[in-house]
């Protein structure tokens, strides 16, 4: 996946060893790993670009909510980057 891809940008993540390696199947499986109310939410704000009341009207939830949905999305996703490019860290080294 390539390193301008929006949907790592979005995570403001740095990627310099891991630019080339993480791949589309990675980013499925951690989405797949989230709930389903986050994941929803994190798909229509941060990659589809609709704002937190669209989202919230969407998914029959408060805006407060679709924001706190988002945020634990992004923590968890940097999360598992972030031990992605650690696990990689140790392969090369």
Known sequence: MPADDPALEVLN???????????????????????????????????????HREVSEKLQISEGSSRWHVSTAKKELMKKIKAFTQNLKTIVL
């Open 13 to 51: 993540v740095d990627f310099n060893l891991a630019e080339e390696m993480i791949e589309y199947d990675h980013l499925k499986k951690w989405l797949d790993q989230l709930s389903h109310t986050s994941r929803l939410a994190f798909v229509l704000h941060t990659l589809e670009g609709y704002n």
